[in-house]
Each structure stands twice: as structure tokens, then as C-alpha cells.
């Protein structure tokens, strides 16, 4: 799995785009690029992941840059319950099943 | 629907001691994986079972074990407990579809070893 690079903190101010930026210039063509999130005293939740065109959902929108070397997760309007540890994750979708591996993150707060 | 539960939430034990902790998937789920995580090594992944063979293991000594039942039900054992295993389990299950490394966690088991 390709390595992964994030900003240990970011801080935003509650009703602001949020915009969490992730570094993975060594990925592979095969690899999709996850987004989780782990609340305070929670299990991790999947946000959003993407392999190349941007994806948006109900929670959030993954921007993935043409050379596919670094993404943006976007939270468009921030609430103080996301604040959160955020993690980027590139893994191969193939047949060796699930098993993610987790870096630092980022620790987002969101303040009033 | 149900998510994926994770009993018990809290434990204490001592060192040496052996420990079980279990999860119940989401119903249709039949992929489990275990996590552990500590504020020094950060979230680790610990071993996947699929269809009750294991698919996956992480870097962890033989004293960490798993298995998983016909119903995907899971559970984990520690055996000889150390002081360095006090951390958060986490149970993750997956959906029986091609979209893989889409992960749906438990709240955890909060192990303390004293």
C-alpha cells in the first residue's frame, strides 16, 4: 500500500468548508484512495473513497488531483461534530480481502 | 439494521491472565477484522476472517488469536496478558460485495491490564 502524508492538526471555524489535504505521490494506477474518521471514543467510520474522478456524498467530497498524487477531502459546511481524527488510506481493491492500514491523521477541531 | 456490536465494553485484567473479547458483524456481513489501538502504535490491524478462515493477519505475537463462527460472529483472545496489550480492540465487518476495504467498526473493548 502506498504511503501516506497528512498534516497532524487543522483547525475550522463551525459552518466552514473544511478542507483536509493528503499526500500520496508514490500510488499506484490499482489503488483507491479512503477516507475514515474516528470520533472521540468511537470506532473509525468510512467516509468517502475515489481511484481518480472526484466523489461526493452526503457527508463529504473527495478531490483527486490529475497525477493522482495527492487528494482533498472536503466537509462543506464544518459542525462541531466533525470534529474528528481524520485518516487517508490507499489500499488496492483486489482479492486479499480488508485490511486497512491507519497513519497519524489529522486532528480536526472545529470551533464556534 | 444493527451495527456491528462489541461485547464487553470495558475489562480489567492482571498480568498473565487470558482475555476473550467478542463481535457480532452486521447482519449479511461475513469478513471480521480485529484492530487494536493504543496512543503509541496507533490504530494496528491485528487479523481478518472470512467465511471462519483466516484471511489476513497483521504483525502481532501467536499470543493474539481469533477465530469466527458459522454465524460470522468473531471473537479474539490474549493469552498470558502483558502490561503492554492495555489498549482499545476494535472489531471492523465488511460487506459481501466487490467493494473492498469499506469498513463498518464497532465501538470497541477497552482492555486494561494491570
Known amino acids: 500500500d502506498a504511503k501516506t502524508t497528512q498534516p497532524p492538526s487543522m483547525d475550522c471555524a463551525e459552518g466552514r468548508a473544511a478542507n483536509l489535504p493528503c499526500n500520496h505521490s508514490?500510488?499506484?494506477?490499482?489503488?483507491?484512495v479512503y477516507w475514515y474518521r474516528q470520533i472521540h471514543s468511537q470506532g473509525p467510520q468510512y467516509i468517502i473513497h475515489?481511484?481518480?474522478n472526484n466523489e461526493t456524498n452526503e457527508m463529504a467530497s473527495l478531490i483527486i488531483t490529475e497525477d493522482r498524487k495527492s487528494s482533498t477531502l472536503i466537509l462543506p459546511h464544518a459542525t462541531l461534530r466533525d470534529t474528528a481524527v481524520y485518516y487517508c488510506?490507499?489500499?488496492?481493491?483486489?482479492?486479499?480481502?480488508?485490511?486497512?492500514?491507519f497513519g497519524g491523521g489529522t486532528r480536526l477541531m472545529v470551533k464556534p | 439494521k444493527a451495527g456491528v456490536t462489541q461485547t464487553p465494553r470495558y475489562l480489567i485484567k492482571t498480568r498473565g491472565q487470558q482475555v476473550t473479547l467478542s463481535c457480532s458483524p452486521i447482519?449479511?456481513?461475513?469478513?471480521v477484522s480485529w484492530y487494536q489501538q493504543t496512543p503509541g502504535q496507533g490504530l494496528q490491524f491485528l487479523f481478518e476472517?472470512?467465511?471462519?478462515?483466516?484471511?489476513n493477519k497483521g504483525n502481532f505475537p501467536g499470543r493474539f488469536s481469533g477465530r469466527q463462527f458459522s454465524n460470522s460472529r468473531s471473537e479474539m483472545n490474549v493469552s498470558t496478558l502483558e502490561l503492554g496489550d492495555s489498549a482499545l480492540y476494535l472489531c471492523a465487518s465488511s460487506p459481501p460485495a466487490l467493494i473492498q476495504n469499506i469498513q463498518y467498526f464497532g465501538a470497541g473493548t477497552r482492555l486494561s491490564v494491570l
Open positions: 447482519s449479511g456481513h461475513r469478513s
Open positions: 508514490t500510488i499506484s494506477g490499482n489503488e483507491y
Open positions: 488510506i490507499v489500499r488496492a481493491l483486489n482479492n486479499a480481502g480488508n485490511m486497512l492500514t
Open positions: 475515489g481511484l481518480k
Open positions: 476472517y472470512f467465511s471462519e478462515t483466516q484471511r
